[in-house]
């Protein structure tokens, strides 16, 4: 039996613009099946999570353009579960919006947060740890996030620093980095004392909205007028009006960062943002020659350490091309070195630019 005071918000209203040109504004990657799994990410992540907290309790909060593509894809969510975001905002307005209706529910709610969009590789692991993340919120007001056990000096990644001798469970944190350089990387990997940051939370439903009170008064402010509202037709309208108030910030920034009430739980399960092609090539299997081919068939011809990714399955030859994206849709076809993967984001804004904002 599943406890009733379990329930999730699943983040699924970015772009992912990083995994352009496949993920566009109009088909975000988390509604894609990148991965070759015959179910799209957003999927996948709602299965796992329904192995511990109800299904009822599972809410989605996404853009409201993206709305169809829910429940397209998660027909046995309802529509109360569906949070429509009137605009484009960071992760704490869409926490917080969140919040506040599961309160309106149950009171005694304890939350998990989780992008849509990763890969997990062991599923009763990460059960295993929300559930002791949730045993530990209510025990006590806490602000838990689980950090990653790093398998390499990753420099796409955020860190966690914690001390481990304290205990192997559960953790203060003792500070957010943002980003390192590849060298800090790999200083972190030696200490042994960081954890990746993977963007998942646990908490209980008050103290979460507490914080917001504390630590983003003007933004609790904005939704406390909602407080009557939530969960009933005169919603939508408070948040066409509102939510694009908001200031648009990360929950990390306003809130993991300036709380002492922030601790860890670090897993080893293998995990992935799934952010960038590079990323996504580290998860699937490679050809002798070092290619990773995605929905397609490959002819290479002295060429290695490709990633190839066409929409339609169709034969694509190379001859003497080396550590490249190759990456074709229906409008737009990408040919960029592999080291240059970080410029996917600025070459977007340049296509949508000349363009259109249709292809991006």
């Known amino acids: 039996m599943k406890n009733k005071n379990y329930y999730a918000i699943l983040m699924a209203g970015g772009v992912g613009s990083r995994f352009w040109p496949a993920s566009t504004q109009a088909n975000p990657k988390q509604f894609q099946d990148i991965l070759g799994s015959g179910k799209s990410l957003i999927q996948t992540t709602f299965g796992r999570l329904s192995k511990l907290i109800p299904q009822e309790n599972i809410y989605i909060l996404t853009n409201k353009n993206y709305t169809h593509l829910v429940k397209e894809q998660l027909p046995q969510v309802k529509d109360e579960q569906i949070v429509p975001e009137p605009a484009m905002r960071n992760t704490a307005p869409s926490i917080l919006l969140g919040a506040l209706k599961i309160r309106e529910k149950n009171k005694d709610a304890l939350i998990l947060v989780a992008p849509s969009d990763h890969w997990i590789d062991d599923n009763l692991d990460f059960s295993e740890n929300v559930e002791a993340g949730f045993k530990a919120v209510v025990e006590d007001d806490k602000l838990i996030t689980l950090g990653i056990s790093p398998h390499f000096p990753n420099t796409g990644y955020g860190y966690i620093k914690y001390n481990p001798e304290e205990t192997t469970k559960l953790a203060p944190v003792e500070d957010f980095i943002e980003k390192p350089n590849f060298k800090k990387a790999e200083e972190f990997l030696k200490s042994g004392n960081y954890l990746w940051n993977a963007g998942i939370f646990i908490w209980s439903a008050a103290f979460i909205i507490n914080s917001f009170e504390k630590y983003l008064p003007e933004m609790y402010r904005l939704f406390e007028k909602g407080d009557k509202i939530w969960n009933t037709p005169e919603e939508e309208a408070f948040l ?18 300036k709380s002492d009430k922030v601790f860890v739980i670090p897993v080893d399960f293998k995990w992935n943002d799934l952010g960038t092609w590079g990323s996504l090539e580290r998860e699937l299997p490679q050809d002798e020659q070092e290619n990773t081919v995605i929905n397609s068939r490959l002819l290479p011809l002295d060429s290695t350490g490709n990633i190839i990714s066409t929409q339609s399955g169709k034969v694509v030859v190379l001859d003497g091309v080396n550590n490249y994206i190759i990456v074709e849709t229906d409008e737009v076809l990408l040919l960029l070195p592999k080291d240059k993967e970080q410029s996917i984001k600025e070459l977007r804004e340049k296509v949508q630019e000349r363009f259109g904002n249709n292809l991006g």
């Open 240 to 257: 066409e009006k509102n939510y694009g108030l908001a200031d648009n910030i990360s929950i990390d920034y306003g809130i993991m960062e």
